[in-house]
């Protein structure tokens, strides 16, 4: 099983590490950086070994990674594992912006039910069960999601239960929710947010996030 390295330290673009098996095209890691689609958040984009990584998907606890099926590695082999910076950088930014935004929807309309939610590098969603519109509570939510920028607030990020992996994240005086995902360290590296409410559905509400600001170096 994989070491999730970027569980430790999501601001890691590159490490080394050895593969632990190969399967044809699918390889494992016995530490990785490279994160796998998972609660909604796109998998990263990069390469193993220099091969371009078509897939990353979970397997219970672990990862597999999809390579080109001519590629070359071997068990035991160290290899050159690099990600591409700016998306895991915007991933990151917007899976917090997106759980700011639904844990202040929580706060404002009790009993509400997330039904769905995902992450791209562009844009993030979050589709809700609900009657009415949401979209008289956007100003509010932008403003809290500002005032939550301008605090610049540290995100805690733990283990809720190690040895299943189950973890978390936490901003002292505003809330705390299960995650498994990665995070930038503060709350102001998520920048300017805009909000859009959309209805996929009868009796269904979406509120979509997207950002601005520029990528900065790890």
């Not at 080109?68 to 899976?95: C, F």
């Not at 990020?157 to 995070?183: I, N």
């Amino acid at each position: 099983m994989a070491r999730k390295l970027f569980w430790e330290d999501a601001y890691l673009t590159q490490h080394r590490p050895t593969v632990s098996s190969v399967d044809g095209a699918e390889v494992r890691l016995e530490a990785t950086i490279f994160f796998a689609f998972s609660g909604g958040q796109e998998s990263d984009a990069g390469s193993i070994g220099g091969y371009a990584v078509e897939e990353a998907r979970k397997d219970a606890l672990d990862i597999i990674y999809r390579l080109h099926e001519d590629h070359t590695l071997k068990v035991g082999q160290a290899v050159d594992v690099v990600i591409d910076w700016p998306r895991r950088y915007s991933l990151m930014r917007l899976h917090f912006a997106a759980e700011m935004v639904l844990q202040l929807i929580y706060q404002h309309v009790p009993g509400i039910t997330r039904i769905g939610a995902h992450i791209s590098a562009d844009k993030a969603r979050i589709d809700f069960m609900h009657d009415t519109s949401l979209a008289g509570l956007l100003p509010t939510l932008l403003s809290e999601t500002e005032a939550l920028v301008l605090a610049d607030l540290p995100i805690q990020t733990g283990y809720t239960d190690v040895a299943l992996q189950r973890r978390y994240w936490k901003v002292e005086g505003f809330a705390s929710m299960a995650c498994g995902g990665t995070h930038p360290r503060t709350t102001g590296e998520i920048g300017v947010l805009s909000l859009k409410r959309k209805n996929p559905g009868k009796g269904k509400e979406r509120i979509e996030i997207a950002l601005a600001g520029l990528q900065p170096s790890p």
